[in-house]
């Protein structure tokens, strides 16, 4: 179990594709959710987490609650991210724009960024005791960790003005007329006759409309700052006996410690640890299978104590019903196997 004094109100979930960290995690989510309010927000476009939860889809964007079994005394809800929700709900429904609905669209490029705001959101709502963050894979986990910053370069205010005094007039010609102005009538008549006189007046509609709500975006992204904060969040990065997955564990670490210092945890799943040692193989080949697995093992462990994070060991689950995965994995919060010998 993790020690009372090391419970945060953020716990943030990340790992390469294929090592469990949707499960992994939704299995934390069920257990803090025994006795407290638990929000469980999936970032990850893939959506597997209505998978293993019987999430439906169609709900993208809402609170989805989770019915728990009959000892539970807490609340479980899920919310798998719907970036054009996100973007509603800051600028508004008014705001329509083509390019704005175009980016907002599950594998448009603005699921991190609403991320962000959802996380602010429900962080400052106060309606849950702990809120779980289901990251994306791989390399799109960085990505989430640079949002802020990437909002923040956006919003500079060096360009801020300028855009809100271009967008206040409506059509092409009178956005045409300023940018003229500007010294920049060439770059925008080039744009023109490439992307044609709509998709002008499209893009500077909607940078107008982002530019205006700057204070509620850079609002939002104050969030970073209990990201970040060993006080209000731990991270667990889940990882597996793959030798390839042991290699982006370790890369990953790295990347985590330059954006923060504080509780973090390495989470091996699959772990044969219990198993192999009541293992005695009898062929060649089954001793070879042995030795690869503690290898693994051994692999993982090492990557824990040079970047000194705390090693939890899930067991490997033989079921193929990804609930069930789940429901076993429950049990293993309340002793996990934490090590950093």
Known sequence: MIPLDKMKRVEIFCGTGGV??????????LFLAKNKKVLLITIDPSKRLKQVLGIDESLSGKLNKVELDAESKGHLDCLLLSPKTSFERLIGTENKNNIIETLSKPYGGMNEIAAIIELHYWFNKKEHDFIILDTPPGHHFIDFLEATK????????TFADIFIHLGKEKGSK?????????GIDKLLSLLESVTGENFVGEFTSAVHILYTNREKFIEAINIDKILLSSENSNWFLVSSLDQ???????????AINNFRKGDSYLVMNKSWAEHLS????QSHGQQMLKEKLESGEREISDISKQNNVLLLKFPEIFSEDPFQQVKELISNWEVPEVTND
């Not at 009178?174 to 500007?182: A, D, M, R, S, V």
């Not at 390839?244 to 790295?254: I, Q």
């Not at 009541?278 to 193989?281: E, G, L, S, T, V």
């Open 174 to 182: 009178g956005i045409i007329g300023k940018l003229i102005n500007t």
């Open 20 to 29: 469990g960290k949707t499960t992994i995690s939704a299995s934390r989510a």
């Open 278 to 281: 009541n293992w005695n193989p």
């Open 150 to 157: 990437k909002i923040n370069a956006f919003f500079d205010k």
């Open 244 to 254: 390839l997955k042991s290699k982006d564990a370790d890369d990953m670490l790295h």
